[in-house]
Structures are given as structure tokens and as C-alpha cells.
């Protein structure tokens, strides 16, 4: 059974660099954390079951410990895309997530 991506079952959660494009583009389950508490709210999300996709800031994901990285990375419900924050290269900034994840341009 695919999964339901509808932007209702999509959470974000980061920097609010990071949230601030998303809440624009209609994304509403956006959390602004950061560091410990960015780790928290990521853990309780993810394990509610309440989202198919979870988008969270790369610096988040440096700060998890290696079992919960490990089941994180290898989960398809919830699926996790870890970005990193404004400004990396073309390849992988925000822009071009959320281009090939939701189908939106933000540069447009």
C-alpha cells in the first residue's frame, strides 16, 4: 500500500531558516527546533505514526544517537528525508528538495 503524502501527513522539523520556506509552500505541521530539543520533537514525531513523510534538518540528524539513526534511515512509514539548510550546493539545497519531493518550485 503507498503511503498517503498529502501535505496534511507531512512534518517538518528544523532551523527556522528551514521551516519558514515550507510553512509558504502550505506545509502546516512545521516545528521550529533545534539541538536537543530538535532531537526530542523528531523522536516524538516519528514515533507517533501520525506522518508518511517527515522532512528534518541535517543538523538534527547529526545529533542522534547511532541505534535510533539507524532505524530512521532504514524506515519507509514514516519515510525521513533529512535537508540541509539553506545555501548548500544545487544538488541537495532546499530548493531542489522540495522540487523532486512535492512537485513546488520555491525559486519560482
Known amino acids: 500500500m503507498k503511503p498517503n503524502t498529502s501535505r496534511e501527513n507531512i512534518a517538518l522539523i528544523g532551523e527556522r531558516s528551514l521551516v519558514l520556506g515550507f510553512r509558504l509552500i502550505g506545509i502546516e505541521n512545521t516545528f521550529i527546533a533545534e539541538g536537543d530539543e530538535g532531537v526530542k520533537k523528531f523522536r516524538e514525531i516519528f514515533s ?20 535510533f539513526r539507524s532505524q530512521v534511515e532504514v524506515s519507509s512509514d514514516p519515510l525521513v528525508v533529512f535537508l540541509p539548510l539553506p545555501g ?7 530548493e531542489y528538495l522540495a522540487k523532486k519531493i512535492l512537485g513546488v518550485d520555491l525559486r519560482a
Do not use: P, Q
Open 88 to 94: 548548500g550546493s544545487e544538488e541537495e539545497s532546499v
Open 48 to 67: 507517533s505514526k501520525k506522518y508518511s513523510l517527515i522532512i528534518v534538518s541535517e543538523n538534527i540528524r547529526a545529533r542522534l544517537d547511532r541505534k
